[in-house]
Nanobody, 126 residues
Framework: QLQPVEFGGGLVQPGGSLRLSCAASGFTLDYYAIGWFRQAPGKEREGVSC????????NYADSVKGRFTISRDNAKNTVYLQMNSLKPEDTAVYYC???????????????????WGHGTQVTVSS
C-alpha cells in the first residue's frame, strides 16, 4: 500500500509553532496529491491542506489560511505542514493522506484520498 508516515506532533502553547512531516515508505510522494487532515474528539475529519506538483497547486482550509504552509522536499521524499500561530482549536490528530489519481489534477481538500497514515497528535494548550 501507499502508506505515508506522519511525525512531528506534540504539545505547544497558543501562538506557538510546529512542523509536521509526512514521509513515504516505498513510493515517491511527488507523484501524488498529498493532503493533510485533522480530527478532533467528537468532530468529523477536516481537510486542512493539499499539495500537488502536477498542477503546481496548494490549497488550504479557511480555518488555517495565513497560519499553515504546506511544502515538499523531493530529495527527502517528504511533505511538510508548517503550523504557526497555533490556537487551541487546532488541537487534533493530524493525518497525512495520498490522493487518488483524480486528486493529482484537482488537489482537493476532501474525500479523494486512498491511503492514510496513522496520525500524529497536536495539542495546543496553555
Amino acid at each position: 500500500q501507499l502508506q505515508p508516515v506522519e511525525f512531528g506532533g506534540g504539545l505547544v502553547q497558543p501562538g506557538g509553532s510546529l512542523r509536521l512531516s509526512c514521509a513515504a515508505s516505498g513510493f515517491t510522494l511527488d507523484y501524488y496529491a498529498i493532503g493533510w487532515f485533522r480530527q478532533a474528539p467528537g468532530k468529523e475529519r477536516e481537510g486542512v491542506s493539499c499539495i500537488s506538483s502536477s498542477v503546481g497547486n496548494t490549497n488550504y482550509a479557511d480555518s488555517v489560511k495565513g497560519r499553515f504552509t504546506i511544502s515538499r522536499d523531493n530529495a527527502k521524499n517528504t511533505v511538510y505542514l508548517q503550523m504557526n500561530s497555533l490556537k487551541p482549536e487546532d488541537t487534533a490528530v493530524y493525518y497525512c493522506a495520498v490522493g487518488s489519481p483524480l486528486a493529482v489534477a484537482t488537489c482537493p481538500i476532501g474525500e479523494e484520498y486512498d491511503y492514510w497514515g496513522h496520525g500524529t497528535q497536536v495539542t495546543v494548550s496553555s
